[in-house]
């Protein structure tokens, strides 16, 4: 991945004025491709094994719940890099620039190479922990050897998606994306219903194609990376090992990964709360996600590319363009999400018959349409809280207040939604609906939380460079018209 061309290692000053005065939605709309994309690709080999055989279907989804949690390990480095690389840049401090980028790549590559060889010799054993049927576990076993074998082809393509990101260049994984899901769409077909079926592959046979799409992914990226970015990625920069960046990118993803893993296995317990409520429950569980992940990705997309220009504005020193800039994504952000939770909860009769209309009975979709509508009702007051937390909670930690979110996020979940949950939904016999209302209370509370921190100002001056000898030109700027 090294330059030809050094000659482009210095941001000048419109470049930095590029990210830092860009329009939000300029930024976040091919986050929102591009996280909707990443969405579907993880449904695609569900979906099209379905049609070919359901034991697989079981399998693979099994495979995935192992190789899922394993990934929160990447996010360490790979979250943190936004954060380190944005503020570089926007200081101008381009001389640590490659051997960021090359910490970040490295450590994430040697730790998802040692995860690969677990994944790869102790697949049985992992699934084991699943309790996964004896079935399953062949189409199981090969699936996760393929895949969690090349799992470092997605931890190397997510840290330089990330890097992407930080430069502004959110349209680059937008289009790896794209291509990705087409290259798998295309192998699936092929090995499923196509002239590969002949092999009897199967569940084997879209692991192919996953890990085929990543692999051409990561070339993808790598190419972007040579031709786009300031920048090199070489053994080089290791010698001396730079300790001070790694560091650094530990401190700030160690918080964020560890509230990431405290997410996952508190949804696990509202899982299991909302399984003893039975299959009505359970499927409108499902179905309400699915309809609300529509607003959520819209306030994720417009999250990070806030995060992007408060990174760079912080880096600067401009901390009243940066806090400015968050006011503005967050009157709009609010909107939109609320227009879109309305336009879910209002057409909520029409979208959930999609769903049920192959219920076995009437009086089950019916059942299911009827809890649905309540627990999208629900939903347009969570919107308004997690809206807050996703613009507000990615701004502090992109101006290097990571840990006050992160403290805040572990307690809020597990205090609301799970013990709220716990009460609402089985103690008070809300079920569903109890178990919606807490995760909502939750989203609010949070939200007005870091909503006075954000208005104190307490986050600033924790950036993680040092404002001396940083880019000191004319940042400022007028906010863009969105």
């Not at 400015?324 to 336009?343: E, F, G, Q, Y």
């Not at 403290?407 to 716990?422: D, E, F, Q």
Request: aromatic fraction near 10%; charge should be positive; proline fraction near 2%.
């Amino acid at each position: 991945m090294e330059r030809q061309n050094a000659s482009h290692l210095g941001k000048s000053k419109n470049e930095v004025n590029d990210v830092v005065n860009s329009s939000v939605l300029r930024l976040a709309w091919p986050i929102f491709v591009q996280a909707l994309l990443s969405m579907l690709l993880g449904y695609a080999d569900t979906l099209m094994l379905s049609g070919y055989d359901q034991t697989a279907v079981g399998a693979i989804g099994n495979a995935n719940q192992i190789l899922g949690f394993l990934t929160l390990a990447f996010t360490v480095i790979s979250s943190a890099s936004v954060v380190v690389v944005a503020q570089y840049l926007g200081a101008g401090k381009n001389d640590k620039i490659s051997q960021i980028y090359t910490v970040c790549v490295s450590f994430n590559l040697v730790l998802s190479l040692i995860l690969s060889g677990i994944v790869y010799l102790g697949s049985d054993a992992l699934m084991g922990i699943l309790h996964t049927p004896a079935e399953m576990m062949n189409d199981a076993r090969s699936y996760m050897r393929i895949v969690g074998g090349f799992i470092f082809t997605q931890a190397v393509l997510d840290t330089m998606s990330r890097i992407f990101h930080s430069n502004g260049k959110t349209v680059f994984g937008m289009i790896i994306s794209l291509g990705m899901n087409i290259i798998n769409v295309a192998g699936n077909y092929l090995f499923l219903y196509g002239p590969l079926r002949s092999l009897g592959l199967g569940a084997s046979g879209v692991a192919v194609s996953t890990t085929l799409s990543r692999i051409i992914g990561l070339i993808a990226a790598s190419v972007f990376f040579a031709i786009f970015i300031d920048g090199h990625i070489s053994v080089k920069y290791l010698k001396p090992f730079p300790k001070d960046i790694l560091k650094t990118l530990l401190r700030l993803g160690i918080p964020t990964a560890g509230e990431n893993i405290s997410y996952n296995i508190s949804q696990l317990f509202v899982t299991g709360f909302v399984n003893t409520f039975g299959i009505i429950a359970i499927n409108t569980k499902i179905y309400a996600s699915i309809l609300s992940n529509f607003a959520y990705l819209y306030s994720l997309s417009v999250a990070m590319a806030t995060m992007i220009i408060v990174g760079h504005a912080v880096g600067a020193g401009n901390y009243e363009l940066a806090y400015r800039r968050v006011n503005k994504t967050m009157r709009s952000a609010l909107i939109v999400s609320a227009l879109i939770a309305c336009l879910n909860y209002i057409v909520s009769p029409v979208t959930l018959g999609f769903f049920t209309g192959g219920s076995e009975t009437a009086a089950i979709g019916s059942q299911i349409t009827e809890l649905g509508q309540k627990v999208l009702f629900i939903a347009i007051f969570l919107e308004f809280g997690r809206t807050s937390n996703l613009v507000i909670i990615n701004s502090l930690k992109a101006s290097g207040d990571v840990r006050f979110p992160t403290y805040l996020g572990i307690v809020a979940m597990w205090s609301c939604t799970v013990i709220g949950g716990y009460i609402l939904g089985i103690v008070c016999g809300f079920g569903l609906v109890g178990i919606w209302t807490a995760m909502a209370a939750d989203e609010i509370i949070r939200g007005v939380v870091v909503a006075i921190r954000w208005k104190r100002g307490t986050w600033r001056g924790k950036s993680v460079v040092r404002n001396q000898g940083a880019y000191s030109g004319d940042v400022s700027g007028t906010l863009p018209t969105e």
